[in-house]
């Protein structure tokens, strides 16, 4: 996934490069900075002092020394000073300045951990959205996967961009559990435990005049009244010939109807190059829910379009699963920023959209 949000210390995360929040001395101090050097191990801190130190939204880059990762790219965030003084595009720098630094040492892969939002004071959710734009702004134009490593959950009453998100899952959410919600799909769908009903419309649509238990055992489906969502077929080969639009083949008219290029499509939903031209070259390929509505998103389709790319791939959405809930609210909202909806996701520990 190009851009991921993950809760954890950084310190044990794997990738080319992890970044440091570190001061403009560069050798060392606390928080994240204090972590890194204890468990880079002191050959970090010596090769720093050759540094000559670095100045605010700049990057400057080690070796990894005793840590799993490459490099420790080492950028000073600007301290917050009530925004008027720079902050903002200073931050910025921090991140734009470190990926390009990994991009130059040949990196495919870098983590961060949240600039400035520490000792520095930059307000959490500020700094995550500035973080967010220079990700979004690089990856337009560049293939890296990108970690935003959290140490911890951000407080989601600051952002009031949540606040009708929460009311809306308290009102929709139904809780699983598991009896009750296996006794409403055997109710639903007639999987009762009652003798085998007369095979009367399946999934397909599919009627015939014989029992479903007959259906079982012939090997094929009665020739007689065969109908297939209202096509008459007469055999299963035939009946398979008038199979709808595949998911694939709904994605690539969609971009066609969009006016998108392949690249926007799956940059805006958060997937690798390499994934989206599997797909493409897939007409059967079977994606995963979270990268079917990443696309979804991507394409900005509308809630029922979003359910009918869905269910071509075999879903639906449900409002027993929070993902669904958070994924419609901002869809039914017309809001498809796939970085905005994934914060939310992570927030509510939810899997994030992209692949
Ligand atoms: N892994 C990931 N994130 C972490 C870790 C960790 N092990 N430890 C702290 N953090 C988070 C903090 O919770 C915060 O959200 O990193 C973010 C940045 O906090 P700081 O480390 O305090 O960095 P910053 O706010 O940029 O201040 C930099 O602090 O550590 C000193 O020498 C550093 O003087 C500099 C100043």
């Known amino acids: 996934m190009p851009y991921n949000i993950v809760l954890g210390d950084i310190t044990y995360f794997k990738c080319d490069a992890i970044v ?12 994240v900075d204090g972590a890194i050097h204890r468990a880079a191990g ?49 931050l910025y720098s921090c991140y734009i300045n470190s990926m390009k630094l990994a991009k130059e040492y040949n990196c ?28 979004r702004d690089f990856l337009a134009d560049n293939d890296m996967e990108i970690t935003m490593v959290l140490y911890e959950r951000m407080n989601m009453q600051e ?8 009311d809306v899952i308290k009102r929709n959410y139904i809780e699983t559990d ?25 999934f397909w649509g599919l009627t015939s005049s014989k029992s479903s238990s007959e259906c079982e055992d012939s090997a094929e489906l009665p020739r007689s009244d065969l109908v297939l969502n209202k096509a008459k077929v007469n ?3 035939e009946a398979l010939d008038k199979i709808d639009e595949s998911f694939t083949e709904m994605l690539m008219r969609k971009i066609d109807e969009k006016g998108l290029t392949d690249p926007q499509c799956y940059k805006r939903a958060n997937i690798d190059r390499k994934l989206f031209s599997k797909i493409r070259s897939d007409k059967f390929y079977k994606p995963s829910k ?13 809630v029922d379009e979003t359910k009918e790319m869905l269910m071509k791939a075999g879903y639906a959405l449900s409002h027993s699963s929070k993902f669904d809930i958070i994924v419609e609210y901002f ?5 498809y920023d796939i970085y905005e909806i994934n914060e939310a996701l992570f927030e509510y520990d939810q899997k994030l959209l992209g692949a």
């Not at 080492?74 to 301290?79: A, L, N, Q, S």
């Not at 598991?178 to 399946?202: C, E």
């Not at 869809?331 to 809001?335: A, D, Q, W």
């Open 159 to 166: 952002d009031r961009r949540f606040n009708s998100l929460d």
């Open 42 to 90: 002191k050959g970090l801190l010596e090769e720093c002092r050759k540094l000559g130190g670095c100045k605010t939204g700049q990057a400057k880059i080690t070796g990894g020394y005793k840590l799993p990762c490459k490099y420790v790219i080492h950028t000073v965030g600007p301290v917050w000073r009530g925004g008027s003084n720079d902050e903002r595009e200073l």
């Open 235 to 237: 055999s299963l080969s």
């Open 20 to 31: 440091n929040a570190a001061n403009s001395s560069l050798l060392g101090g606390g928080g």
């Open 178 to 202: 598991p009896v009750r919600l296996n006794t409403l799909i055997i109710q639903d769908v007639g999987l009762s435990s009652q003798p085998k009903k007369k095979h009367s419309g399946g």
């Open 108 to 135: 495919e892969s870098i983590a961060f951990p949240l600039i400035s939002s520490g000792i520095y004071g930059y307000p959490k959710r500020r700094a995550l959205e500035t973080a967010t734009d220079a990700i």
């Open 331 to 335: 869809i039914s909202g017309g809001v």
């Open 290 to 302: 979270q990268t079917v509505i990443a696309l979804a998103v991507s394409l900005e389709l509308s």
